[in-house]
């Protein structure tokens, strides 16, 4: 048996480490600290997902969760320390000089997901920027992160999937 927990342990690793991108994760094979501490930080969510990957030599999972309506994705350590929250919120939520900001970018904009997203070091959550995906008025999708007093600190432009495409 436990030749085959570290047999299943490593085909899993390696498949995660070949590959830059994110391997999907059964909640039930999550590291027991990860779900652990994802449900002790928001008790009343449900899990509904997870996944795995590589960074900085190190795997991190990033579990979904589902509060009132609202997506929560943690990133934790294998052993269950939370590095990451971002939490969906309503635009109306958004800090004026944040909706400010993005009105002048990007007028007449429609808000498709509004995320704070929080920095966690040594236990304490610290709002880092929220992130942003908008639909402009000539139909793109742009994901833009922003601090709380409205400076942009990063834009990506969405392209839509190949199979949409066609």
Do not use: C
């Not at 342990?9 to 779900?35: H, M």
């Not at 509904?48 to 999972?61: C, L, R």
């Amino acid at each position: 048996m436990r030749y085959l927990l570290l047999t299943t342990v490593a085909a899993f690793a390696i498949t995660a480490w070949g590959r830059a991108d994110e391997e999907k994760v059964p909640l039930d094979k999550l590291p027991k600290g990860v779900l652990e501490a994802a449900k002790k930080r928001f008790p009343k969510a449900e899990a509904v997902g997870a996944s795995v990957e590589k960074e900085g030599g190190k795997f991190v999972y990033e579990v979904e969760l589902k509060e009132a309506g609202k997506t929560i994705d943690l990133t934790l350590t294998a052993d269950g320390v939370i590095t990451l929250i971002e939490q969906e919120i309503d635009a109306k939520d958004l800090p004026k000089a944040v909706v400010a900001a993005l009105d002048n970018k990007y007028p007449k904009v429609t808000y498709k997901t509004v995320e704070a997203v929080y920095a966690v070091k040594d236990g304490k959550e610290k709002l880092d920027f929220y992130e942003v995906l908008v639909l402009t008025t000539d139909k793109k999708e742009v994901e833009v992160q922003i601090a709380a007093d409205g400076k942009i600190k990063h834009e990506e432009e969405k392209k839509k999937k190949e199979k949409e495409k066609k």
